[in-house]
């Protein structure tokens, strides 16, 4: 007991000698201690389960987003602006040239979305995984893909309603509102 308090109080007696010769030696060898941390961290990495990392992803951005509030602020104006600009180049390119669903007209944006024109619509975005923005971003990366029209709203459930209808008799009739 007696040596412990004696060791204590030569440590406390020399902190800043103790602490000069650690950051020192920390100095020359400075390369091995950052590598076998490096090599830790990828073990560690390596062996973390899913949920876990992506906790750790969601803490690291919001730290970053404590840390900069303005930065994050203007990425988040910038990316809203940038997926906008998709959804509106998208609409225009299935409104065949116009921002617009190709049955009424209607040109507000907030009511336009794509339409897969021989439905499944869900189903195929389910196999693709792309929902909203990233489905937008997915059709351009495709290179516009055939079998999709800009439509309104209303329209949709309009599409959707007569599609039930001719399902209760006949057998919905595909080409009706088709635009290829
Ligand atoms: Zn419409």
Redesign the pocket.
Known sequence: MADREYQRKWREKNREKLRKYHREYYGKHKDKYRESRQRATRKYRANLPLEKKQEMCRRYHLNWRTKHPNRYEAQKVNLQEYNRKIKYDVLTYYGGGKCA??????SRLA?LSIDHIDGGGRAHNRAINRWGGTFYRWLQTEGYPIGYQT??M??QWVKKYERNENNRGEAPSPGRYNRH
């Open positions: 669903c190709v049955k009424c007209g209607e009511c439509l309104c209303n329209c």
